[in-house]
């Protein structure tokens, strides 16, 4: 099954400190794609950061970076020095290059606290 | 340059009547997608249209039916609403090729009575 799993429903940080938000991922596929949306309470989906399958390097996109980790199939988001902006729910989506479809996580939701 | 825009934002309607979600986009992008997401969940993929004069069914596509009108525009049409049908619904565009990113419209909020 093509899946994306997000454990953690719920996640807590002190303003300034980093943050990891989990995601693995399951597919047979060789290609794939895996990105990192945010929603705030507005509920725009803001796209965040993209990894490709193939990439060797971790993806960086200012404070956001991408820890990608093949062999274990997971895609975990770093933020690092959290502002108050960024309390939102976080998804983890997985591109399949074979179909051309975006699964989704369950998305995480994150509070930055002052 | 205004991105993915939809209309409405929002929309209540009563059991069995007909409505058109309106999703236009000015990237000039090839694929254009429509999704539901439910409280809880994650988006799940309703219908999509790879390029103009194609559309394929998603994950969710039971109760809808689509039309790409041209390259820029997508609607979502409920025959027949059901409460069933009470989500949130959001538009997307990607532009084929290397970069698969997907963008996506604000959202239209639909509650069926």
Redesign the interface.
């Known amino acids: 099954a093509q899946k ?1 799993t997000q454990t953690q429903p719920g996640m807590f940080v002190q303003e300034k400190e980093a943050v990891t938000l989990d995601c693995t991922y399951d597919t047979s596929d060789q290609s794939y ?1 895996l ?1 990192w ?1 945010k929603q705030p309470s507005s ?5 965040l950061i ?1 990894q490709g399958s193939y990439d060797e390097q971790n993806a960086t996109e200012g404070r956001y970076s991408l820890n990608f980790q093949k062999a274990r199939k997971s895609a975990n988001l770093v933020i690092s020095a959290s502002q108050l902006g960024d309390s939102a729910m976080y ?1 983890c ?1 997985m ?1 399949r ?1 074979s179909v ?3 699964v ?4 995480t939701r994150l509070l930055v606290s002052p | 340059n205004a991105g993915v825009t939809q209309t409405p934002k929002f929309q209540v309607l009563k059991t069995g009547q007909s409505m058109t979600l309106q999703c236009a986009q000015d990237m000039n992008h090839n694929s254009m997608y429509w999704y539901r997401q439910d409280p809880g969940m994650g988006l799940r993929l309703i219908y999509y249209s790879a390029s103009e004069g194609t559309t394929d069914k998603g994950e969710v596509p039971n109760g809808y039916n689509v039309s790409r009108l041209n390259k820029r525009e997508f609607s979502l049409r409920l025959e027949s609403a059901a409460p069933s049908q009470t989500s949130v619904y959001f538009c997307a565009s990607r532009l084929a090729g290397n970069q698969e990113t997907q963008y996506f419209g604000p959202g239209t909020r639909l509650l069926v009575l």
């Open positions: 994306i794609g990105f949306y509920g725009e989906m803001i796209f993209y998804f989506a591109w290059v051309e479809k975006l989704f996580g369950t998305g």
